[in-house]
Structures are given as C-alpha cells and as structure tokens.
T-cell receptor, first 111, second 116 residues
C-alpha cells in the first residue's frame, strides 16, 4: 500500500486558516488522495478527495502538487469544532479497496 | 437517522469472555468494513463484506475473531476468549453499490471494548 507521512500534531488559532501537509512520494498514477477526519469519540468522517486537480468543497480545499508527491488540506477558517485527527490516505482507483490509515495529524484549535 | 449504527457503544468484559458487536450499515450500501483502532493510532482494517460475502480478511483477524453478514444487511463481529490486547475501538463502515471514487465510506461511531 502506498504510504503517506503527516506531522504528528499542529496548532491553529480560531478563525485563522490551517494548512495540513501530507507527503506521498510513492503515489501511483491511479491513487486518489483522500482526507478524513476523526472527532473525539467518533468514527472518521469524509472531508475531501482528489486525483490531480485542486478541489474545493464546503468543508475544505485540497491543493495537490503538480508532481502529486504531496498535498495540503486547507481549512479556510478554523473553528473549535475542527479540532480532530486528520488522516491523509491514498486509495487505488479499484473501488473496493479498503483504506489504510496512518496515525494522522492531531489538530488543536486555540480560542 | 440514516447513518451507520453500532451497538453497543461501550462494552466492558472480563478476560476470557466472548463478546459480539453489531453494525447496521446505511440501508442501500452493499459494502461493509470492520476496523479496529487502538489509542493514538489510526484505524486498522479487519475485514470486508460485499453483500453477504466476506471478500477480504486482514491477518489481524485471528481465529478468535469471526464476522458475519448473513443477509447482506447488518453484520456482527464476535471475539471469543477475549484478551486484554483486544481492548480497542471497533469501527464499522459501509459503502454504496455504485462506483464512486469519493465519499464512499461512512463510519459508525464505534464500539469501545475494554477487557479487564
């Protein structure tokens, strides 16, 4: 399985943008980049995904490097409810494959 | 509520006892996954069902673990002769029939197992 590396933890101030990096130097051409987050005492929830182009949705933006060896999840204005563990996951295009989670980045949001 | 439901939310059991967890996926989802998560780690894949067929099992799924999805709807995960190392959060996720590359996983809130 293709691997990702993320910082163990990051801090942000409330209402400021947050950039969560992910390195995936061994990504293959058919791997999608997925981001999930896990709030305390909850299961992971979908945030965003992409293949080559940058993506935006109501929760976040995903910026993908041109060589696809890294990506950045952008939360435009962090709120206290965004405090969670964020997982960057590569998933092959073969739809039935399970996700391989790493330890993720624990984001703390300071009021 | 149309999300993934897991029952119970918490289970405390004595070492050596058997436990069974239940997962009710989103009704139109034909794929179902079980994961295990220990403190400070990301979820680890255990097993995967497509309808009632168990298509993949992780080597983490020892012979004390068994999972079923008899009618392709709800699933159960049983752990026999529990050990303290089985203490973890057990997560269930489901995915839809159609081929989508995006938000195809919905996770439940998990069952937290404590073996004493």
């Amino acid at each position: 399985d293709a691997k990702t590396t993320q910082p163990n933890s990051m801090e942000s101030n409330e209402e400021e943008p947050v950039h969560l990096p992910c390195n995936h130097s061994t990504i293959s051409g058919t791997d999608y980049i997925h981001w999930y987050r896990q709030l305390p005492s909850q299961g992971p929830e979908y945030v965003i995904h992409g293949l080559t182009s940058n993506v935006n949705n109501r929760m976040a933006s995903l910026a993908i490097a041109e060589d696809r060896k890294s990506s950045t999840l952008i939360l435009h204005r962090a709120t206290l409810r965004d405090a969670a563990v964020y997982y960057c996951i590569l998933r092959p295009y073969n739809y039935g494959q399970n996700f391989v989670f790493g330890p993720g980045t624990r984001l703390s949001v300071l009021p | 509520d149309t999300g993934v439901s897991q029952d119970p939310r918490h289970k405390i059991t004595k070492r050596g006892q058997n436990v069974t967890f239940r997962c009710d996926p989103i009704s139109e989802h034909n794929r179902l996954y079980w994961y295990r998560q220990t403190l400070g780690q990301g979820p680890e894949f255990l097993t995967y069902f497509q309808n009632e067929a168990q298509l993949e099992k992780s080597r983490l799924l020892s012979d004390r673990f068994s999972a079923e999805r008899p009618k392709g709807s709800f699933s159960t995960l049983e752990i026999q002769r529990t050990e303290q190392g089985d203490s973890a959060m057990y997560l269930c996720a489901s995915g839809p029939r159609q081929k989508r590359s995006g938000m195809d996983y919905t996770f439940g809130s998990g069952t937290r197992l404590t073996v004493v």
